[in-house]
Each structure stands twice: as C-alpha cells, then as structure tokens.
Nanobody
C-alpha cells in the first residue's frame, strides 16, 4: 500500500493562491494515480483533481482553470496549485490513490489532510 502525507494548507484571502503537496512512499508510489480530494464541513468528500504516472489529468468542473495538479516522480510528490481561491474552496484537503482517473474508489488509507481556509 502507498502511504501519503499532505501539507501546505493555510489561511488565504479570496483571490489568493496556495500550493499543496502530497508526499508518497511505498513500493508503487511512482506508478499509481494520485488524486486530491476535499471535504467541507457538512459536505461529502469530493475529488477535485487526479494525475496518472505519465501526466494525464482529471479536474472537477468546480476547479477547472483555477487548480493545476502536477507530480515530481523524483521527489515522490504530487502538487496541487490552487489559484483564484474562492470562499467555497474552504475545506480539508486530502490526497489518495484512486483506482483510475475517473474512479471513485481509492486504495490507500485516508490521512489527516491539510486545512485550507479562504477568507473574504
């Protein structure tokens, strides 16, 4: 199983930017699909972006053109660059390993996540 640790969250004003990092470890960490998810208070966790080992990507409609996912296989790290942040982006952000770009199933244990708070 791949282990994942999220970092990079914080407090940012609306319109600002943040970059989240997801560091992976484990035998298959360089070859798996990695996705970013978020869960706002009282809402269901949703997938916002994902990336394959060869760089194919998926974005939820709500973040297209604002968020960008990338990976550095040498560092075993997947990044989520978040620009033009909106109040609705406030959530705990998690990374995990979906079965495929468009799959709702994940293979890894959920971590603690990293809090992103967007203020007005």
């Amino acid at each position: 199983q791949v282990q994942l640790v999220e970092s990079g969250g914080g407090l940012v004003q609306a319109g600002g930017s943040l970059r989240l990092s997801c560091t992976a470890s484990g035998r298959r960490s360089k070859s798996v699909v990695v996705g970013w998810y978020r869960q706002a208070p009282g809402k269901v966790r949703e997938k916002v972006a994902a990336i394959t080992s060869d760089g194919s990507t998926y974005y939820a409609d709500s973040v297209k053109d604002r968020f960008s996912i990338s990976r550095d296989n040498a560092k075993n790290t997947v990044y989520l660059q978040m620009n033009s942040l909106q109040l609705e982006d406030t959530a705990v952000y998690y990374c995990n390993t979906p079965w495929s770009l468009d799959s709702d199933y994940v293979s890894s244990t959920w971590g603690r996540g990293t809090q992103v708070t967007v203020s007005s």
